[in-house]
Antibody
Framework: QVQLVQSGAAVKKPGASVKVSCKVS????????IHWVRQAPGKGLEWMGG????????IYAQRFRGRVTMSEDTTTDTAYMELRSLRSADTAVYYC????????????WGQGTLVTVSS | EIVMTQSPATLSVSPGERATLSCRAS??????LAWFQQKPGQAPRLLIY???TRATGIPARFSGSGSGTEFTLTISSLQSEDFATYYC?????????FGQGTKVEIK
């Protein structure tokens, strides 16, 4: 069974960066496409970006381009999402989610990581 | 970007009753639509993909229908554990956008 375990909560100051990790077990990371979704307090789900296996590239939502980097370390089966120039509006729970090879839907989700941006 | 619009925002239903949730896409997404259930403090859970295929372990009381721009999630007889927020997501086009959610609450 695929499991995604994320790093713990973080508190950051405005202007800082945060890097959230997502450790995959039960399935090789190279056979998954990892996406990142965030949820501000009391709000809905917002897709941030994800890996496109057809073109072997990561696609980012327009509003995050230039400020976010999604990466992977296949030697440790860990995915990362780094968000820079944090502002209070970035306070949210950040989720990693996985699409299995040959499929298109987000089958598996991490438990979420709360990132709080506060001075 | 495809805009996904869910209705209603809140649905009040009594246990045992049927619930019907709608999701509309601003342009065709074929059948590349998923439904997720989310309870407070939990990660979303995949219910339906391909517009109508139940994910592994999802009870038969959950069903999805539609294609193109109009989709429906039906819960045939609401159980206490079904009171939650439901989101649709299209994965036909990049970016893979979500609807704003429908909260199903106890009447």
């Amino acid at each position: 069974q695929v499991q995604l375990v994320q790093s713990g909560a973080a508190v950051k100051k405005p202007g800082a960066s945060v890097k959230v990790s997502c450790k995959v077990s039960g399935y090789p990371l190279i056979e998954l496409s990892i996406h990142w979704v965030r949820q501000a307090p009391g709000k809905g789900l917002e897709w941030m970006g994800g890996f496109d296996p057809e073109n072997s590239e990561t696609i980012y939502a327009q509003r995050f381009r230039g400020r976010v980097t999604m990466s992977e370390d296949t030697t440790t089966d860990t995915a990362y999402m780094e968000l820079r120039s944090l502002r209070s509006a970035d306070t949210a729970v950040y989720y990693c989610a996985a699409v299995r090879e040959g499929y298109l839907q987000l089958d598996y989700w991490g438990q979420g990581t709360l990132v709080t941006v506060s001075s | 970007e495809i805009v996904m619009t869910q209705s209603p925002a809140t649905l009040s239903v009594s246990p045992g009753e049927r619930a019907t949730l709608s999701c509309r896409a601003s342009q065709s997404v074929s059948s590349n639509l998923a439904w997720f259930q989310q309870k407070p403090g939990q990660a979303p859970r995949l219910l339906i993909y391909g517009a109508s295929t139940r994910a592994t372990g999802i009870p038969a009381r959950f069903s999805g229908s539609g294609s193109g721009t109009e989709f429906t999630l039906t819960i045939s007889s609401l159980q206490s554990e079904d009171f939650a927020t439901y989101y649709c997501q299209q994965y036909h086009h990049w970016p893979k956008t979500f609807g704003q959610g429908t909260k199903v609450e106890i009447k």
